[in-house]
């Protein structure tokens, strides 16, 4: 790729990013666009719409940008949890990365690059016709002594990196322990979900669950709710909900036609009242959902899983910790999540039926990543003019406007992968959902690791080894000659590479604080729906989106620091831009669904581990390619330590994102020996963890004598 290519693709891009900064500084004062850019605000009373004009709405103002900066963490912590925390660390650990490595690689390997002779000498009098590969280690000679720069580089920003992983992990679990120690008492800190329960015959799941915990924890168990099979139920329930949602906005509208022929298309028949026809429905479907959950209150309609509540933490860690029976494949326990994060549908499915669903993912897994060479491919030929006139000669003539080969070049090879990529977390969540998780924060950690190792594949290794599916793979069964094939290849694409983050970081940036599709829902839905009518949603962040985004680029900027170095100022961009805007999203826009308390932390650190062992191969690959083997053989021990490090971190620090210790546990037990709101809280704890299908529900207008439902013994509790 030309330098003019890149400068093109930079001035498209930059121009996209101040557009959007514009017009959401002068959109965002708009009360219509209030549910667009401040729906957390506007949900927690913090906004009140005025209707009267004021000339400075259309000003743009930098207001906001002065909030997100001086927003502290303990402010972000109290109002998002410990996992926005988590992720705004994650932004600002690669800020310290690619400082560091920025002021090593652009004030000491790029000019040591571009005075090698290996390609050509960079020509300032027309440096846009220049290409890129002369500000990379591809320009140095092969045993040119500038070699040990690179070399004494990897080694500095290795140990660098390693240090700040060490102080992160550190930190965050410290964190994670101080923020459990300062909550106050949640229902899932007491409580385990229990599954694979043996039932004898003649009696029920309740039933088995009561007799064992009473004889094996009577000190300490209180109470249980079973599982039930809800699925029908919940169908019926959701068509409650729209049709309530209908007649309200009838109701709503003056306007709106109250009155319908009962025959075919609304032509024939004698004319209904349309009030009076979905009311008479929704009391209908009320009755279904009350005689629905008496049915499910029926043994047969029990999952042989349930949620056991305790008196204490520490008598629920216990019961999470140690085998429950002589047979591992019974009473099966794990951690219980929060109420809101149950992921209900999950306890429909048999045991058989999640097995054969984690064999279906991960087939289909590995067939979507076949399939997404095919864009990659076509992605790489953009960027190739000569294979394009090959390919297509009809675009000779246009291809020759040096303006539009480099909009094809630059910018359309990366934007076309990128709107590929955003296909992929929905298809991946949906992925996760039927692999068995029993929580939307487990659905979504998944999520995570499957979009980060996908992109990996997909746009790194798929990008670096243009060429045939088999070729591909044929690299990876050979081992040995991995680092050389690295070498040689992953240099060659700096320039796409460099294009990618500024398209795909930089944009994607800004239409994040910009919320286009909402923006575009909210000005179409608007001239037929009443605002005050609607419920305002608001939206939680999708980690498995873009946590995966910013430890991609973290991959490319560690691989590329030393082979590429020019990449590394628009890295920083990219990671200034995100640590205003999203500390922006959570003030006003993200509200937390559910709280992880940092357990997403472990995927990133992996991630950057793995990625300084990949630069590790790709080093010594260069090295030895550049005829300098004794740098190529002193790389060697790099990864090793690399990994060994890594084992260290996980023994030290793993242990506390998986469960709290006993200490901490003890602490807060004795904490709550003199709290009277106790006994309050385990009143409420016996029927917390209760599908939201077996509650009461009354949206018909004649609803008040079915506000109970049939099913009355969804829970038990043990005194």
Wanted: aromatic letters at 14%; one cysteine or more; glycine letters at 4%.
């Amino acid at each position: 790729m030309l330098v003019s290519a890149l400068v093109t693709s930079l001035a498209i891009n930059s121009g996209l990013c101040i557009l959007f900064f514009t017009l959401y500084s002068i959109l965002r004062k708009q009360p219509s666009n209030s549910e667009v850019y401040i729906p957390r605000v506007l949900a927690e009373g913090g906004y009140k719409k005025s209707s009267n004009f004021n000339l400075e709405r259309l000003i743009p103002s930098p207001d906001w940008l002065r909030r997100a900066w001086r927003l502290s963490e303990d402010d972000l912590l109290a109002a998002s949890g410990l996992d926005a925390v988590v992720f705004m660390r994650l932004i600002n650990f690669s800020l310290r990365v690619f400082l560091f490595a920025g002021v090593i690689g652009v004030f000491v390997m790029l000019p040591v690059n571009c005075s090698g002779d290996a390609l050509e000498y960079v020509d300032f009098t027309d440096l846009s016709n220049n290409s890129l590969d002369v500000f990379s280690i591809s320009n140095v000679s092969s045993g040119s002594s500038t070699l040990w720069i690179h070399f004494t580089a990897v080694y500095l920003v290795t140990i660098f990196i390693c240090c700040l992983l060490y102080y992160e992990y550190r930190y965050i679990s410290e964190k994670r322990t101080s923020y459990f120690l300062a909550s106050k008492p949640q229902p899932h800190q007491f409580t385990i979900l229990v599954r694979s329960i043996p039932v004898p015959v003649g009696s029920s799941v309740s039933d088995s669950v009561e007799r064992f915990f009473s004889e094996y924890h009577p000190s300490t168990y209180l109470s249980h709710s079973v599982v039930r099979r809800t699925n029908k139920l919940q169908n019926l329930i959701n068509d409650a909900k729209k049709l309530y949602s209908r007649l309200v906005h009838l109701q709503s509208d003056p306007n709106k036609q109250k009155y319908k022929r009962s025959g075919t298309f609304g032509l024939f028949g004698p004319k209904v009242n349309l009030v009076d026809q979905y009311e008479k429905k929704l009391e209908d479907i009320e009755e279904n959902v009350r005689l629905g959950q008496s049915e499910v209150s029926l043994a047969g309609e029990e999952v042989r899983a349930a949620f056991v509540s305790f008196k204490s933490r520490y008598g629920a860690a216990i019961a999470f910790h140690l085998q429950q029976s002589t047979n591992p494949t019974r009473w099966v326990t794990e951690l219980a999540p929060e109420p809101q994060d149950v992921y209900w549908p999950f306890f429909s499915s048999s045991f058989f039926r999640r097995w054969i669903s984690k064999l279906v993912v991960i087939i289909a897994c590995i067939l979507l990543t076949i399939l997404f060479l095919i864009p990659v491919v076509l992605v790489q030929g953009l960027t190739n003019l000569t294979q394009l006139e090959v390919y297509f000669p009809f675009l000779t003539s246009i291809l020759t406007i040096t303006f539009v080969s480099e909009v094809v070049t630059g910018y359309l090879p990366s934007l076309i992968l990128l709107l590929f990529l955003k296909a992929v977390p929905p298809v991946m969540e949906g992925f996760s959902s039927i692999q068995g998780y029993i929580s939307f924060s487990a659905i979504q950690k998944s999520a995570c690791s499957k979009v980060l190792w996908f992109t990996v594949w997909n746009v790194f290794f798929a990008t670096v080894f243009s060429g045939s599916v088999f070729y591909k793979i044929s690299i990876f069964l050979d081992p040995k000659n991995i680092p050389a094939k690295l070498a040689s290849a992953v240099p060659a694409q700096a320039s796409f590479f460099i294009a990618y983050v500024v398209t795909s970081g930089w944009t994607s940036t800004s239409t994040e604080l910009f919320r286009i599709i909402p923006l575009l829902w909210s000005l179409m839905k608007r001239p037929f729906t009443d605002s005050k009518d609607d419920e305002l949603e608001v939206p939680a962040i999708n980690y498995h989106v873009h946590i995966p985004r910013v430890l991609f680029f973290v991959l490319l900027g560690i691989t590329y620091f030393f082979l590429a170095p020019l990449i590394l100022p628009f890295l920083l961009a990219y990671l200034c831009l995100g640590y205003i805007v999203y500390r922006n999203q959570f003030i006003n826009v993200y509200a937390p669904r559910y709280e992880t308390a940092g357990k997403f932390w472990p995927i990133a650190h992996n991630s950057v581990i793995f990625s300084l062992v990949l630069m590790h191969a790709i080093a010594v690959g260069v090295f030895t390619l550049k005829s300098v083997p004794v740098a190529s053989t002193l790389t060697f021990p790099l990864p090793v330590f690399t990994l060994l490090f890594n084992e260290y971190c996980r023994k030290r620090f793993l242990p506390n994102f998986i469960a709290y210790p006993a200490e901490s546990l003890l602490k807060k037990d004795r904490q709550d020996e003199n709290d009277p709101t106790m006994p309050e809280f385990y009143t409420k704890l016996i029927g917390t963890y209760q599908d939201p299908a077996l509650m009461p529900i009354n949206f018909s207008a004649n609803g008040d004598r079915i506000r109970s439902p049939l099913l009355s013994a969804s829970s038990s509790s043990h005194s």
